[in-house]
Every structure is written in C-alpha cells, then in structure tokens.
C-alpha cells in the first residue's frame, strides 16, 4: 500500500475515537472532515477500508453465494434474462454467485487489490467472462447490450453527488437493452433528520471556503464517505437515468429494482 497522506491519517485515526460519541458531536465531526477532504481524499479512504477489510479478499466470503435479500431479488427479477452487467465486482462474491447459476456475467471494479484477487479467484472456479480494472465512478464500455445490471453491493451510495450518480447509471443504461432489470444496493435512511441537517450545516461552512461543491442532504461519512436514501431519492435518480423504480426496500438492507425504460 502507498505512503498514507497525513491529513487522511489524521481522520483515520480522529474517527475509530469518536465513534461512541453522542450522534450530534459526531454529526459535527463528519461535517468538519466532510467539508474540508477533497473528493480524491474521500476516494483514498475508500480504497483503505477496502483493502483492510479482510473478508473483501477472503476465499471463503467471496464463494459463500447470495445475501437472503440479493438471492430473493435474482428470483424474482432476473430469473428469465441471462447477461448481466455487474459493476464494483469487489472480490468476486457476487459474479460467482451468478455465473454459478448459469449466468453469463462481465464486469467492472475500482480497486486494484479487490480486483487482482477476484481476478485470481475466477481463474480458480473456472468464472468464464470480461472483466476490467476502471478509475473510481466509471463505467466501463463493453461494446455489448445486456439483459441485466447490477451494481455491486452497495457501491451506489459510495458514488459522491447525485449528478454523478445519475451520469454513472445513463452509463449503463446505454449498455442495457429496454426492460432489463437494475438492482442497486444502499443505506436507508434511519438517523434522525438532526443528524443530518447539523452535518450539513458544517459541512458547507467549509465547503463555501474551499470554494467546493456543497455536500447534498443524506451525505455522510462512516468509514468511507456513503450516502443515505429514501424511496423518492432512488425514484428520481432512477427516472433521470432511464430507469423505472419498482421495487424498493429498507427490509435487512437497502435496495431497489428498476427496469430500462
């Protein structure tokens, strides 16, 4: 792993101690560091956490198959189609969950240590399909049309701004033929509004500052910048992109179904 900036060490080491705090202290805390790291800043602790959390390359979790709430999912939306999309590919989990099923899965992921060990493990279970290392926030262009997509388990929320969010799934839109099914993975809102608007609110003091994008409503940083939705933020994302919201729940985890419209 490359040298660590100070200022992300900082944060690094700030956040495993306020983390039993009351809500409202770390709600100004998360809107400090929020408001004064950089996007890339926020990407370099993603790409910590991924590679320190040891079961994101770990043989055994990656070949343990579907999550209760992805497997109902794949049942009930996806059982007639046969190629899918899956984005943030990770160590693998879900692209052999698939192609064990008798999908034919290609696929993208951000993190190069993710991807060199799915890449591995793949060759190992005999994963057949195209896979590529892509830069943060970006969709690969495969040249193909898909009958579904799906975009690793919760990577959604990991995506910074709602204009981005919606240019990353017009993205995949572009590669998915009429009808086909989107499952999208994230947090649903549960804090209390408080939590939020007070981490909004310092946030953006600093934001106006730096000169920097304000942070939208619902951002907030955990041990990697995340995003919080409700059902009408999914719609209206969903409905800019191309897609039609179906299916939403919070039940376990957050998801959503949509279909190319």
């Given at each position: 792993?490359?040298?660590?900036?100070?200022?992300?060490?900082?944060?690094?080491?700030?956040?495993?101690?306020?983390?039993?705090?009351?809500?409202?202290?770390?709600?100004?805390?998360?809107?400090?560091?929020?408001?004064?790291?950089?996007?890339?800043?926020?990407?370099?602790?993603?790409?910590?956490?991924?590679?320190?959390?040891?079961?994101?390359?770990?043989?055994?979790?990656?070949?343990?198959?579907?999550?209760?709430?992805?497997?109902?999912?794949?049942?009930?939306?996806?059982?007639?189609?046969?190629?899918?999309?899956?984005?943030?590919?990770?160590?693998?989990?879900?692209?052999?969950?698939?192609?064990?099923?008798?999908?034919?899965?290609?696929?993208?992921?951000?993190?190069?240590?993710?991807?060199?060990?799915?890449?591995?493990?793949?060759?190992?279970?005999?994963?057949?399909?195209?896979?590529?290392?892509?830069?943060?926030d970006a969709v690969?262009?495969?040249?193909?049309?898909?009958?579904?997509?799906?975009?690793?388990?919760?990577?959604?929320?990991?995506?910074?701004?709602?204009e981005r969010r919606?240019?990353?799934?017009?993205?995949?839109?572009?590669?998915?033929?009429?009808?086909?099914?989107?499952?999208?993975?994230?947090?649903?809102?549960?804090?209390?509004?408080?939590?939020?608007?007070?981490?909004?609110?310092?946030?953006?003091?600093?934001?106006?500052?730096?000169?920097?994008?304000?942070?939208?409503?619902?951002?907030?940083?955990?041990?990697?910048?995340?995003?919080?939705?409700?059902?009408?933020?999914?719609?209206?994302?969903?409905?800019?992109?191309?897609?039609?919201?179906?299916?939403?729940?919070?039940?376990?985890?957050?998801?959503?179904?949509?279909?190319?419209?």
């Amino acid at each position: 792993m490359s040298a660590i900036p100070l200022k992300i060490n900082l944060y690094l080491s700030a956040n495993e101690k306020i983390k039993d705090s009351p809500l409202w202290l770390r709600a100004i805390f998360k809107g400090f560091w929020l408001g004064i790291l950089s996007r890339r800043e926020l990407q370099i602790i993603d790409r910590i956490y991924y590679e320190r959390t040891s079961n994101y390359c770990d043989e055994t979790y990656n070949k343990s198959g579907f999550l209760d709430w992805e497997r109902r999912a794949f049942l009930r939306f996806f059982q007639s189609y046969q190629t899918i999309l899956v984005t943030a590919i990770g160590g693998g989990r879900e692209v052999i969950a698939l192609n064990q099923i008798g999908f034919d899965v290609d696929g993208f992921e951000c993190n190069r240590q993710l991807f060199e060990f799915a890449e591995k493990l793949f060759e190992q279970e005999s994963v057949s399909g195209e896979f590529h290392l892509a830069p943060p926030d970006a969709v690969w262009h495969f040249g193909k049309i898909y009958d579904g997509a799906i975009v690793g388990w919760s990577a959604y929320m990991l995506i910074q701004g709602r204009e981005r969010r919606i240019d990353f799934l017009k993205k995949m839109r572009a590669q998915m033929s009429d009808g086909a099914p989107l499952l999208v993975s994230f947090y649903a809102h549960f804090y209390d509004e408080s939590y939020f608007k007070r981490l909004l609110s310092v946030a953006n003091v600093f934001r106006r500052l730096l000169f920097r994008k304000r942070i939208e409503f619902g951002d907030d940083l955990l041990d990697t910048y995340v995003h919080w939705f409700t059902r009408q933020e999914i719609a209206a994302e969903f409905m800019a992109s191309g897609f039609r919201l179906d299916f939403f729940s919070d039940d376990k985890y957050g998801h959503a179904v949509g279909f190319a419209v």
